[in-house]
């Protein structure tokens, strides 16, 4: 049993060792349902998430909704050391999705599609012009972008014309 804070930080510091599970346990942990009456003085049961979507912790802690929210960022996606890491903690919870509007360091907005936990298709697109290096499963592209130009690749990491 764990805070919002605490949580937050135990769902990400889990995703960024890649282990996708126990990132998604904490999760569903920071989302365990806590009644509105449990906002007593005498409140002792931890963390979870009012029916409001607030993180529980008298009032509330919003470290636990931002953690989350950014839990789940990194767990499809990694962007450090110049490189960006696509689904590098896609717990099996969550075989199959799409996400749009994730953003990465270097000035890269992306688009990916998933089904049975592999990757199907990204889109990057240049908000700077950078250079982009992108890994997944152990293959890797690196080119340079042009600002404001999106980039196709398929599940090889092929850039598609």
């Known amino acids: 049993e764990a805070t919002g804070w605490s949580k937050g930080w135990r769902i990400n510091l889990w995703a960024r060792l890649k282990d996708g599970e126990h990132a998604y346990k904490m999760y569903r942990e920071l989302l365990k349902f806590v009644p509105p009456d449990e906002t007593k003085e005498n409140y002792n049961n931890m963390g979870g998430t009012y029916p409001n979507l607030l993180d529980a912790h008298p009032p509330f802690q919003i470290?636990?909704?931002?953690?989350?929210?950014?839990?789940?960022?990194?767990?499809?996606?990694?962007?450090?050391?110049?490189?960006?890491?696509?689904?590098?903690?896609?717990?099996?919870?969550?075989?199959?999705g799409n996400v749009k509007g994730i953003c990465a360091r270097g000035g890269f907005e992306l688009k990916m599609d998933w089904k049975n936990s592999s990757l199907v298709a990204v889109e990057v697109t240049s908000k700077a012009g950078n250079q982009c290096a992108i890994v997944y499963q152990g293959k890797s592209i690196r080119f340079k972008t042009e600002k404001g130009k999106r980039y196709l690749l398929d599940a090889n990491l092929m850039i598609k014309k």
């Open 63 to 96: 470290d636990g909704n931002f953690g989350g929210a950014a839990g789940i960022g990194e767990m499809l996606l990694q962007s450090h050391d110049n490189q960006i890491v696509l689904l590098p903690a896609l717990p099996s919870a969550l075989p199959d």
